[in-house]
């Protein structure tokens, strides 16, 4: 069992749906993560929170919006999405300071019809 | 930002010690050094981390070279359990955010 929760654990939509990822952890973490990662390949970073405020976005598409509305929560919102971003989506948290470990959730698998 | 190279897969028998190798010859003086896992199905795990010295948890131990250029994961005893993909990573830390990068990583195969 992770103690960051994640739901659903599997999401299937169109690409003219709007749907969210949502995150959570009770750890008091105050820096929270959004990563994608395709079938066979690594873990790629998408966003990091940190106190609730977006602080790093590697070029991600607008069709993806992250929201942080309070530290234990972090949701991904999604609309018209493409099939290629079929993906596991994770996110994941950490203490603010430096050099501490990410805990990971196990993931909501998504597919786009 | 920092790389690291690891081979691709590499196999142990059940009981056995695995020894996990991972080069870094462009660390700086300042870049942890961190490994994750990632189990079938599930997200990545923390397993370890360290900077200069060898350091030892519950899960593995962590040998780093005097030069930092290289480091190697001890699973003191592999069960099949610890069949997972292996990340040796050396996080950026500056103000905005603690970045990790995967790379392609270690699938480790353990045999009964």
């Known amino acids: 069992d992770t103690e960051v929760t994640q739901t659903p654990k599997h999401l299937v939509m169109g690409m003219t749906n709007k749907k969210s990822l949502k995150c959570e952890q009770h750890?008091?973490?105050?820096?929270m993560y959004w990563y994608k990662q395709k079938a066979k390949k690594p873990p790629e970073l998408m966003f990091v929170?940190?106190?609730?405020?977006?602080?790093i976005n590697e070029s991600v598409p607008s069709r993806f919006s992250p929201e942080c509305p309070n530290s234990s929560l972090l949701n991904l919102h999604l609309h018209a999405l493409q099939p290629e971003d079929s993906a596991l989506y994770l996110c994941?948290?950490?203490?603010?300071?430096?050099?501490?470990?990410?805990?990971f959730g196990d993931g909501t698998r998504l597919s786009i019809l | 930002d920092a790389k690291t190279t690891q081979p691709n897969s590499m196999e142990s028998n059940e009981e056995e010690p695995v020894h996990l190798p991972c080069n870094h010859s462009?660390?700086?003086?300042?870049?942890?050094i961190h490994w994750y896992r990632q189990l079938p199905s599930q997200g990545p795990e923390y397993v370890i981390h360290?900077?200069?010295s060898n350091v030892n948890n519950r899960m593995a131990s962590l040998a780093i070279a005097e030069d930092r250029k290289s480091s190697t994961l001890i699973l003191h005893r592999a069960t099949l359990r610890d069949a997972a993909v292996y990340y040796c990573?050396?996080?950026?830390?500056?103000?905005?955010?603690?970045?990790?990068?995967f790379g392609g990583g270690t699938r480790l195969m353990v045999k009964p």
């Open positions: 994941a948290s950490s203490l603010w300071t430096g050099n501490q470990p990410q805990h």
């Open positions: 750890m008091g973490h105050r820096a």
């Open positions: 929170y940190s106190y609730e405020k977006l602080s």
């Open positions: 462009t660390i700086s003086g300042t870049d942890y």
């Open positions: 360290g900077l200069t």
């Open positions: 990573i050396l996080p950026m830390n500056n103000n905005a955010g603690n970045m990790l990068t």
